[in-house]
C-alpha cells in the first residue's frame, strides 16, 4: 500500500531526499531508494510496504535472539519486503532483495495486527526478519496501538537508521537486537552493500542511553570478521560504551546467498569470541546456532550459578527470583517477568 512517508526533504527539481536512514538516497521522480521500499511519486515521497507483510505469525522471544526480555513469552513476528542493506551472507534474501512487486504479501491493518497479537496469546509484537526500519511508517502506527494495549514492541534490526527516526519510535519501543555485523568499516563496505558500521554504533549507544532494552548478535564467518582483535574491539566497545550486562549472542554462520562458498563457522571459534569477552569484563555471552551448547544458558556473572536453561527456543527452567541470583542475591538483567505457562512452543 502506497502512503506518504516520513523523513524526507525536497532536492533539486522534482527529486527528494530520503533522510531516514544515513544512505539518504536521492531518488528521482518514478524511482525508488536503495531499500526498494520507497518511491519518488511527482515529487513526493511514499512508502511502497506500509502494511505489506511477509509473515505475520507468533514466535518465542528467544528465537529473536532476546535472552533478557520477558524470557518465555510469545511474540507476534511481522516483515516485510526489501532492506537498506545487501548483505552477501543474508538467509532472508528472498525477502530482502525483493520489492513488494515481486513477491506474495498480505495486507493487515494496524488494528488486525494488535487483534492478531491477542488472538494467538502473544505478550508484545516484533518486527523482524526483514529489516524494520524500510516499514518505519507501519512499524510506528502498529507500536502506537501496541503500547496503549499494554503489548511490548521490539525492533531486530541492523540498526541502520538516522537518530531522528528512533526519537520518535522511542515512547513505544521496549526492546532491540541490534545485529552489529562487524566491528570494521570494511566489512559493511564489502559485505553489506556499501554501508558503515558507525550508525550502528550509534544506534546501540543511543539505546543504552535512552533505556532501551538491548541484546546485540554478532554473526561470526569464517576469514571475513572472526579475527580476535576485532573481536576484542567489539568487546570493549560495548564494556566502555554501553555496559558490561549487555547481553552479545555470537552466532554461528552458516553458507547462504553469494557466501555458500564459505564454510560453516567452527565451533572453536565461537568458543574463542566468549573467552575474549569474558576477558573484557562482558557479563551476558552466548553461543547461537549451535544447538545444546552450554553457553546457550544464562549464569550470574558474579557466582556461576545456572540461572535460565534453554533448549531450542523454550526456556527449560527458570532459577531466578525478583530477578536475583537465587545463590548470591546479584541482580541480573532481565527485563519482565517469566510465565512458565507461556514457556511452551511448539518449536
Not at 554473526?219 to 579475527?227: G, R
Request: with cysteine; proline share 6%; hydrophobic share 30%.
Amino acid at each position: 500500500m502506497q502512503k506518504p512517508a516520513k523523513f524526507w526533504e525536497k532536492s533539486s527539481g522534482e527529486d527528494v531526499k530520503c533522510v531516514l536512514c544515513p544512505r539518504e538516497c536521492n531518488i528521482s521522480p518514478e524511482n525508488v531508494g536503495y531499500c526498494r521500499a520507497r518511491k519518488n511519486i511527482e515529487g513526493e515521497l511514499y512508502t511502497l510496504v506500509y502494511g505489506e507483510s511477509t509473515s505475520a505469525n507468533p514466535d518465542p522471544i528467544e528465537k529473536k535472539p532476546l535472552y533478557h526480555f520477558y524470557p518465555g513469552s510469545r511474540v507476534f513476528s511481522m516483515s516485510t519486503a526489501g532492506c537498506n542493506f545487501e548483505c552477501k551472507h543474508c538467509q532472508n534474501w528472498n525477502l530482502s532483495q525483493a520489492s513488494v512487486e515481486e513477491i506474495d504479501t498480505e495486507f493487515i491493518e494496524p488494528e488486525e495486527a494488535i487483534e492478531r497479537t491477542k488472538k494467538t496469546n502473544c505478550q508484545g509484537i516484533a518486527y523482524t526478519y526483514g529489516e524494520p526500519v524500510i516499514w518505519f511508517e507501519y512499524a510506528l502506527d502498529v507500536a502506537k496501538l501496541a503500547s496503549e494495549e499494554g503489548l511490548y514492541n521490539v525492533f531486530v534490526t541492523n540498526g541502520y537508521m538516522n537518530l531522528d527516526g528512533w526519537k520518535e519510535l522511542k515512547p513505544y519501543l521496549d526492546a532491540m537486537n541490534v545485529d552489529v555485523k562487524a566491528f570494521s568499516d570494511k566489512f559493511y563496505k564489502t559485505i553489506c552493500g556499501g554501508a558503515s558500521v558507525k550508525p550502528v554504533l550509534e544506534t546501540c549507544e543511543w539505546a543504552v542511553d535512552n533505556g532501551i532494552h538491548l541484546e546485540i548478535t554478532n554473526l561470526i564467518i569464517p576469514e571475513e570478521n572472526d579475527s580476535p582483535e576485532e573481536i576484542r574491539k567489539l568487546c570493549q566497545w560495548i564494556a566502555q560504551d554501553l555496559h558490561p550486562r549487555v547481553p552479545i549472542h555470537f552466532s554461528r554462520f552458516r553458507p547462504m546467498y553469494k557466501m555458500v562458498d564459505k564454510s560453516s563457522t567452527p565451533v572453536s571459534a565461537l568458543e574463542r569470541a566468549l573467552e575474549i569477552a569474558k576477558d573484557e569484563g562482558l557479563e551476558h555471552i552466548y553461543v547461537g546456532n549451535v544447538p545444546g551448547h552450554e553457553a546457550d544458558n544464562t549464569y550470574c556473572p558474579e557466582c556461576g550459578e545456572l540461572l535460565i536453561t534453554r533448549h531450542g527456543f523454550s526456556v527449560a527452567k527458570y532459577n531466578l527470583k525478583d530477578h536475583q541470583c537465587p545463590s548470591c542475591g546479584a541482580e541480573i538483567n532481565v527485563i519482565g517477568e517469566y510465565k512458565p505457562s507461556s514457556s511452551r512452543f511448539p518449536f
